[in-house]
């Protein structure tokens, strides 16, 4: 137990980079997923067969292979720089990992979150003359968003414990300091696994509540 | 599903501007091909040196093959060690008596809710302390991969069982059956059954979540292919392609499965 107080500095910087990239990541997941979704709807062929080959190869790819791409792949062999401080190089790296990784799952979600939208929604906006971008924009996604509040909660619960993995591209997140402080304070490991667990628990336990009620509220009546 | 509905048949004019708009797309998608080939063109990711060291059977020999072994070995031990640790738990979170059932609630929501590379991490480093001896990297895996999986299992079970007509358990108490019979024998195999899609999607999920071993030394595909062949021919780009490539070979065809089992496995 002292460890965990005698360190709670550096361990609540390490929560806080696990927030940094979760917060960040979630975004972008949301952004392209929500993109993604759109081009595999699309009238055209070539955009949804684009946005499914790239939905099933990032669905199927574990996230140590792809982080370990973007680091050692895009960001050592490429030569990719985003940033001239190798730490924050390292942090977006592993955010654009998180997030092309993350987004194939938000584009699943949101596609069955179409599913649930009465078709008579996007004929009657066809009937009004709306085409594909509007019927999507204005009719059928606010639908599907409202229909998978829950699915994308557990979504962003997986990419929070997911942030872990980032240590394979030299972010140094909670996982990292865990693994410092069990060598360094031999004797209090169950401790500080209970404490690091704690930390987790308490980032993704009020983000279930709040998506749990946010489901509820949003829920398209029918 | 087809989403077609979400458009009208185009027609003469749309077929044209369509057509123009494939060309567009497929003109961009070329673009991006291209820069991306550029960019590993100038790095020699495409040098025939680089791609044929994939080919040779003495690379598949060392390498990628006792690697997939590696992963395949944690996956199907965690499949049936979480399998198992799901019934279990599953049957505890449904049990009539207060102090069964509470423990294993918050024993199903702990592990759920704690990454699992923490998990591993616990037991790998922590074992020498905890219980005198060192333990190997696999068993560091396994016991992450069961632990948190089989959570995941035990509430896909117990969504399972709930998700039944209040009539099977009714019947099967009518019939004189006790309440261990009554899971065992009515309530569990409908359950699985009727989940089956979800819990091979979750093994596809612990497959993948085997990769993790790497990160504290197990010898399993990423490892092996990743750092073991690109050490040997610095050759990154195609070993990730690779391995990536067997990984969603394996998942795709689990997939199949596991729809093939959704449409025909219900009673």
């Keep these: 137990m002292e460890a965990l107080l005698f360190e709670r500095d550096t361990i609540l910087a390490a929560f806080w980079m696990t927030v940094r990239l979760t917060a960040i990541s979630a975004l972008g997941s949301l952004a392209l997923g929500t993109v993604l979704t759109a ?10 067969g684009a946005a499914s080959a790239y939905v099933s190869v990032a669905r199927n790819t574990p996230l140590t292979l792809v982080l370990l791409f973007t680091g050692l792949g895009i960001g050592a062999n490429l030569g990719v720089e985003l940033s001239d401080d190798i730490a924050t190089n390292n942090f977006w790296l592993a955010v654009i990992g998180l997030t092309a990784y993350t987004s194939a799952f938000v584009c699943e979600a949101l596609r069955s979150g179409l599913n649930t939208v009465p078709v008579g ?27 998978v509040v829950a699915p994308l909660g557990s979504i962003l619960i997986a990419l929070t414990k997911n942030t872990t993995i980032a240590l394979v591209v030299g972010v140094s997140e909670a996982s990292v300091r865990m693994r410092e402080m069990i060598e360094t304070y031999g004797d209090q490991v169950i401790e500080i696994f209970l404490g690091f ?14 998506f749990g009620w946010l489901s509820k509220r949003m829920a398209v009546a029918r | 599903m087809s989403f077609a509905n979400l458009y009208e048949a185009p027609g003469p004019r749309g077929i044209r501007r369509n057509r123009v708009l494939a060309a567009v797309v497929a003109l961009a998608l070329l673009a991006v091909a291209y820069v991306v080939y550029v960019r590993f063109d100038q790095k020699e990711q495409w040098a025939a040196d680089k791609w044929l060291p994939l080919l040779r059977g003495d690379v598949w020999a060392t390498f990628i093959l ?44 702990f592990f759920r809710a704690v990454p699992l590379l923490l998990l591993i991490f616990f037991a790998f480093f922590g074992s020498f302390v905890l219980i005198g001896v060192n333990i190997s990297a696999f068993a560091a895996v396994v016991f992450g991969l069961t632990l948190y999986n089989g959570s995941v ?13 209040k009539g099977q358990r009714e019947a ?24 089956t899609p979800v819990l091979v999607s979750q093994f596809i ?3 993948k979540d085997s990769a993790l071993g790497l990160i504290v030394g197990y010898d399993e595909l990423v490892d092996r292919g990743l750092n073991g062949i690109a050490a040997n021919f610095s050759n990154v780009i195609p070993a990730a392609i690779l391995i990536a490539a067997i ?21």
Aim: charge should be positive; include cysteine.
């Design chain 1, 39 to 48: 081009m595999r709807v699309a009238p055209l062929a070539s955009l949804r």
């Design chain 1, 121 to 147: 929604q996007a004929e009657a906006a066809r009937s009004l003359g709306l085409g594909f971008v509007k019927t999507l924009r204005l009719i059928t996604l606010p639908q599907a968003f409202r229909a």
């Design chain 1, 197 to 210: 667990a704690a930390g987790f628990v308490l980032l993704c336990l009020p983000m279930g509540l709040l």
């Design chain 2, 66 to 109: 006792p690697g997939l072994a590696g992963t395949l070995g944690a996956a199907v031990a965690g499949v049936v060690l979480a399998g198992l640790f799901g019934i279990i738990f599953a049957t505890a979170r449904m049990s009539d008596h207060r102090w069964i059932r509470g423990p294993a609630a918050m024993v199903v929501e």
């Design chain 2, 153 to 165: 299992i035990a509430e896909i079970i117990r969504s399972g069982v709930q998700s039944l007509p």
């Design chain 2, 172 to 195: 099967a108490y009518a019939v004189g059956m006790r309440k261990g019979q009554v899971m065992r024998l009515v309530l569990l195999p409908q359950a699985l059954r009727a989940m």
């Design chain 2, 205 to 207: 999920v612990l497959l």
């Design chain 2, 247 to 267: 990984f969603i070979l394996i998942n795709l065809s689990l997939d199949r499965l596991a729809h093939r089992l959704g449409v025909s496995g219900r009673p």
